[in-house]
């Protein structure tokens, strides 16, 4: 994989978790899948559903889903359920080496941080597992924001912990909503394509 660095002065650096740091999308899609047919879903969860609602807050995805699937869920249930089941596996989960590398090297220099859509329960912990908590002092997680991505308030967050201006940011993701979060936060983005095709 290689990353296509824009050009820019960037003061700041804030990476996407799930997709982007840490190979885990696969695990929480086997996570979602085992949950939602335990909420009445019939069927295989749809796949390329599942990976376009990547960042997305992990309530607002069972709401999202169980529309798609003309579902009445109980968010609540489900969201537990889909947090026990990733914590199960997580374990599994592999680091995206050249995107950890990149973290590695500007962390040296610069002011870096974790903008995740997971809340801080699953967060941490996988920082903690994967050895990358070292690397990260500011860590933003849906729980800090009442927003989640698409909207650009967690990497605003981020910026501002960090003492650095939006402008000046460069955020790493995977997924089409954390890049228009980006966007909408007045950031440019790097994609970080990690799903294998």
């Keep these: 994989m290689k990353l296509e660095i824009p050009d820019g002065d960037f003061a700041g650096y804030i990476f996407d978790l799930d997709g982007t740091l840490v190979d885990t999308m696969p695990l929480h899609y086997r996570a979602w899948d085992t949950a939602m047919r335990q909420a009445g879903l019939t069927c295989q969860l749809d796949e390329e559903l599942f990976y376009s609602l990547g960042g997305v807050p992990t309530r607002r995805v069972a709401a999202l889903i169980g529309e798609h699937y003309g579902l009445k869920l109980d968010v609540e249930a ?81 910026a501002k912990k960090m003492g650095v201006e939006p402008s000046r940011c460069l955020v790493f993701e995977d997924a089409e909503p954390g890049m228009r979060a980006a966007e909408a936060a007045g950031m440019k983005w790097v994609r970080v394509a990690s799903r294998k095709k």
């Design 78 to 158: 489900v969201f537990e359920a889909k947090e026990r089941l990733f914590g199960e596996i997580r374990a599994d989960a592999r680091l995206i080496e050249p995107v950890v590398e990149f973290a590695r090297k500007v962390a040296k220099s610069h002011p870096v941080s974790i903008a995740s859509g997971g809340t801080s329960d699953i967060v941490h912990p996988m920082l903690k597992l994967t050895g990358l908590a070292e690397i990260f002092p500011v860590v933003v997680s849906a729980d800090d924001v009442v927003h989640g991505k698409p909207a650009p308030d967690m990497f605003l967050l981020a």
